[in-house]
C-alpha cells in the first residue's frame, strides 16, 4: 500500500476510534443516568448494547497499527440525555451518524484494496445496525405508550 493510500485508512481508523471512544463515553453515562433515576431495565437492557465497543476500540487500534499507523485520535464531547427521552433521542442521533462514516471507511478500504479493514469495518457496521434498530424501537415503543407507561416498563 502505498504512503498516501495508507496515511487514508490510518485517518479513517483514527476518525473511527474517536467516534467509538465518544460513543462509548456517551452510552456509559447514559446507563449511569438511568440508573440513578431508576430504570434499571432500560439501563440493563443499555448496558448490554454496549459491552463489545471496548472490543471495538481495541480492533480498531489493533488494525491502524499493523498498519504501522499512529493511534492519534481526540474524543468529542458527548451529548447527554438528562432523562429517557433526551437519551434515546441522543443515542439515535449518534447511531445515525456513525453508521455513514463506518461506510465511507469501509468503501475506502475497498478502494484501497485492504481486504482485512475493509471485513472488520462491515463487521462493525453489523453491530451498529443491530444497536440502532434497538434505538429505534425503543423510541418508537416510548412514542406508543407514551412516557407513563414506557417509563413504567423500563423501571423494572
Do not use: C
Not at 12 to 36: E, K, M, Y
Not at 58 to 83: S, V
Amino acid at each position: 500500500m502505498s504512503s498516501n493510500l495508507s496515511n487514508d485508512i490510518h485517518t479513517a481508523l483514527n476518525g473511527l476510534i474517536n467516534q467509538f471512544w465518544a460513543g462509548l463515553i456517551q452510552h456509559r453515562s447514559h446507563v449511569t443516568i438511568l440508573r440513578a433515576l431508576g430504570y434499571d431495565k432500560l439501563a440493563k437492557d443499555m448496558q448490554q448494547r454496549i459491552l463489545d465497543e471496548p472490543e471495538t476500540i481495541e480492533a480498531l487500534q489493533k488494525r491502524l497499527l499493523e498498519l504501522d499507523g499512529q493511534i492519534a485520535f481526540q474524543a468529542y464531547a458527548p451529548m447527554l440525555g438528562q432523562d429517557v427521552r433526551g437519551i434515546l433521542g441522543n443515542d439515535l442521533q449518534l447511531q445515525e451518524q456513525g453508521l455513514p462514516v463506518l461506510a465511507e471507511a469501509a468503501r475506502l478500504a475497498a478502494e484501497r484494496s485492504d481486504t482485512a479493514t475493509r471485513r472488520l469495518i462491515e463487521d462493525i457496521i453489523v453491530d451498529e445496525e443491530a444497536h440502532l434498530n434497538w434505538l429505534k424501537d425503543e423510541v418508537s415503543l416510548l412514542e406508543r405508550l407514551g412516557d407513563p407507561l414506557y417509563l413504567a416498563r423500563s423501571a423494572g
